[in-house]
C-alpha cells in the first residue's frame, strides 16, 4: 500500500538558517510526489513536485525538495528560512490505486516555525 | 482563473440541521476532491470524483454525509443532520492528469456546529 510520513511534527529554526522538512515515502511503481504549505486560516498551496528528471526539484518561495530513491526520502529544503515561512507542510504522493490513480496520500503535516 | 471556489466561507448551525457546502473546481479539471481538516484528524479525505462519477467514498464517516457532482462546474457536500463533532475546516480541490495529478485547493469552508 502507498504511504508517506512526516516524522517531525515540529520543526523549528532561526531566520537566516537553512531549514529541512523531512518525508519519506513508500509506492510500488514510480513514486509521484509533492509538498503543500499551508498557512493560517488558508487552503492547501502548492509547492513543488517530482514526477520524474533531475532528483533536486525546485519550487516556489525558494524551496526545493531532492528526490533520493535509495532512500525512499523528498526532503524539502531552503537555504536561508525567513520568518514568513512559518506554516504547515505537507508531503504527498499519487496512489496508485487499481488503474485509478487520481489521488494523492498526504501526510501528517509539520509545523515550520521561524524564529526572528 | 479564479481557482477552486468554495461557498459559505463560514457556517454556523445547531445541532441536527442540514448543511450544505458548495465547490467549484478550477475549469478543465476532470477530479474533485473533498477534504475534512481537524486539530484532532488532521486532513482526512472525504470522497473523490473523476469525470463526475464518484470513484472513492471510503472517507465518507457515515450516512449522515453525502456528496454529488451534478456537472463538471458543480459539487456539494451535505451533512444531515448535523452534529457537534462535524465541526470542522472542508476542503474542497481539484486537478487533472493532465498536471500529473497536481491538486488545487479551495478556501475552504468552517462549519461549526453547535
Known amino acids: 500500500a502507498q504511504s508517506v510520513a512526516q516524522p517531525e511534527d515540529q520543526v523549528k529554526v532561526a531566520e537566516g538558517n537553512p531549514l529541512t522538512v523531512k518525508c519519506t515515502y513508500s509506492v510500488s511503481g514510480n513514486p509521484y510526489l509533492f509538498w503543500y504549505v499551508q498557512y493560517p486560516n488558508r487552503g492547501l498551496q502548492f509547492l513543488l513536485k517530482y514526477i520524474t528528471g533531475d532528483n533536486l526539484v525546485k519550487g516556489s518561495y525558494g524551496f526545493e525538495a531532492e528526490f533520493n530513491k535509495s532512500q525512499t526520502s523528498f526532503h524539502l529544503k531552503k537555504p536561508s528560512a525567513l520568518v514568513s515561512d512559518s506554516a504547515l507542510y505537507f508531503c504527498?504522493?499519487?496512489?496508485?490505486?487499481?488503474?485509478?490513480?487520481?489521488?494523492?496520500?498526504f501526510g501528517q503535516g509539520t509545523e515550520l516555525s521561524v524564529k526572528p | 482563473d479564479a481557482g477552486v471556489i468554495q461557498s459559505p466561507r463560514h457556517e454556523v448551525t445547531e445541532m441536527g440541521q442540514e448543511v450544505t457546502l458548495r465547490c467549484k473546481p478550477i475549469?478543465?479539471?476532470?477530479?474533485l476532491f473533498w477534504y475534512r481538516q481537524t486539530m484532532m484528524r488532521g486532513l482526512e479525505l472525504l470522497i473523490y470524483f473523476n469525470n463526475n462519477v464518484p470513484i472513492d467514498d471510503s472517507g465518507m464517516p457515515e450516512d449522515r454525509f453525502s456528496a454529488k457532482m451534478p456537472n463538471a462546474s458543480f459539487s456539494t457536500l451535505k451533512i444531515q443532520p448535523s452534529e457537534p463533532r462535524d465541526s470542522a475546516v472542508y476542503f474542497c480541490?481539484?486537478?487533472?492528469?493532465?498536471?500529473?495529478?497536481?491538486?488545487?485547493f479551495g478556501p475552504g469552508t468552517r462549519l461549526t456546529v453547535t
Open positions: 475549469s478543465g479539471h476532470d477530479y
Open positions: 504527498a504522493v499519487r496512489d496508485f490505486h487499481f488503474l485509478e490513480g487520481g489521488k494523492l496520500i
Open positions: 480541490a481539484s486537478s487533472s492528469e493532465g498536471l500529473s495529478y497536481e491538486q488545487y
